[in-house]
């Protein structure tokens, strides 16, 4: 039977209802009907863009020239770079715009003749009057010449002449006396001459005789102590290289050979981590309870006393 005409036959008997716990007979609404993402119309959402394919053509954007777009970009705003440009060519101007001056002026009114039909009068042009010729008062006497300082450490300022500078050895005396010792060493022939010597024969009986006094006996050194000598000792047997090494080319693994690797410096102030926002949530289910208690208790029954049981 159709519904048009009452109920249905399966509601009448009872088969196929819906429970009065799972609805409060309200109709159904649909998938395509429900609001979905409610979250994103409630303020201001910043969501990550997604991965897009790069095209040569421009069809299918609103900008005639491709605009790069990418994440976390510093925010562009085309009329404030505009009106500060503005700004920027306004203070350039250094003033008013240039004005050329309307010209020379010409005298008009009493005392002029300008524009009458007799034209000027020479007895009364201030050319004729002859004027005495000025004599110049000369300059100012002064009195003394302007003082250029004491003396000291101010060239040409005394009265007698700058004394040029004469080049002097310091050491000259030091230099005169050896110089006149060597010319005295010089004129020696042989040693000094001594007095009251013993006579003795002119020639020695002692062919090995010398006037130069002996020297000290040459004392050889006594032997160095020898250290007694260290005891021979074998070394130490070849250490075998621990470890299973079955199977490998190499005597020792060769992961120890590894550069040692620096832990990366954290800084002093990182950055807050990014955490984009959750996407789109699933569709919300309200508790039939809820429901049903926002039915039954309303602003006109909410005062009165509500039974401890509800009837669904």
């Known amino acids: 039977m159709p519904s048009s005409h009452g109920k249905m036959d399966m509601e009448r008997l009872g088969i196929f209802k819906e429970m009065s716990y799972i609805s409060i007979g309200d109709k ?4 395509t ?7 994103a ?4 959402q910043m969501q990550a ?14 900008d005639k020239s491709y605009r790069r777009v990418f994440e976390r970009e510093a925010l562009t705003e085309p009329l404030r770079l505009a009106r500060l440009h503005r700004v920027q060519q306004a203070k350039r101007n250094l003033g008013k715009a240039f004005v050329p001056c309307d010209g020379i002026k010409r005298p008009c009114g009493s005392g002029s003749f300008y524009g009458t039909l007799s034209g000027p009068v020479e007895s009364l042009s201030p050319l004729t009057v002859g004027q005495k010729s000025r004599r110049s008062p000369g300059r100012n006497i002064l009195t003394s010449p302007p003082k250029k300082g004491s003396g000291y450490s101010y060239p040409n300022v005394t009265l007698s002449d700058m004394q040029l500078y004469a080049s002097e050895p310091y050491d000259r005396p030091k230099d ?9 060493r010089s004129k020696f022939r042989d040693g000094p001459f001594k007095l009251n010597l013993h006579p003795r024969a002119f020639f020695q009986t002692n062919p090995y005789h010398g006037n ?15 250290a007694p000598p260290v005891p021979f000792k074998p070394s130490s047997p070849s250490k075998r290289p621990g470890g299973m090494k079955a199977g490998t080319f190499d005597t020792y693994p060769s992961h120890s050979a590894d550069p ?33 208690v926002n039915r039954s208790v309303h602003s006109a029954n909410y005062t009165s006393t509500i039974p401890p049981v509800m009837t669904l």
């Open 28 to 31: 159904y609404t649909s998938l």
């Open 212 to 226: 130069k006094p002996l020297s000290a006996p040459h004392k050889p050194r006594p032997p160095a102590q020898k």
């Open 49 to 62: 863009g997604t991965t897009r394919q790069w095209c040569a053509l421009q069809s299918g954007f609103f």
């Open 41 to 44: 119309h409630r303020g201001r």
């Open 260 to 292: 040692f690797i620096a832990r990366r410096s954290k800084t002093t102030n990182p950055e807050p981590v990014f955490h984009p926002p959750p996407g789109p949530k699933s569709t919300p289910v309200k508790s039939i309870i809820t429901v049903n």
């Open 176 to 184: 005169v006396l050896k110089k006149e010792a060597a010319i005295h």
């Open 33 to 39: 009907n429900r609001p979905f993402n409610v979250s």
